[in-house]
């Protein structure tokens, strides 16, 4: 059973740091990409920064330049280091996955459960 695990999450005033981590376990084949997703209180969940093959990332417009997301597929890890933290960055932050199960099997997506971030004024 794949299952995806975040962490870091917590309470700081703006302009601090946080850092995200995600474990992936279970039986998995392959991860191709993988992402962190936010959802603030009365919005839709919104991508916040993504990695795929070659390390190549993609951000938000609202977070480049203040978090880089990164990964270590030997460690089926990923990361989300924030900085300069703004009050609106507060949401729930979840991460997700994409993989295969087999070498020739369907490509299927990952969600953890989320973990709070709340940036104080």
């Known amino acids: 059973q794949v299952q995806l695990v975040e962490s870091g999450g917590g309470l700081v005033q703006a302009g601090g740091s946080l850092r995200l981590s995600c474990a992936v376990s279970?039986?998995?084949?392959?991860?191709?990409?993988m992402g962190w997703y936010r959802q603030a209180p009365g919005k839709q969940r919104e991508l916040v920064a993504t990695?795929?093959?070659?390390?190549?990332?993609n951000y938000a417009y609202s977070v480049k330049g203040r978090f880089t997301i990164s990964r270590d597929i030997t460690k089926s890890m990923v990361y989300l280091q924030m900085d300069s933290l703004k009050p609106e960055d507060t949401a729930v932050y979840y991460c997700?996955?994409?993989?295969?199960?087999?070498?020739?099997?369907?490509?299927?997506?990952?969600w953890g459960q989320g973990t709070q971030v709340t940036v104080s004024s």
């Open positions: 990695i795929a093959s070659a390390d190549s990332t």
């Open positions: 997700n996955a994409q993989g295969r199960k087999f070498s020739s099997g369907p490509l299927v997506i990952y």
């Open positions: 279970g039986s998995i084949f392959s991860i191709n990409a």
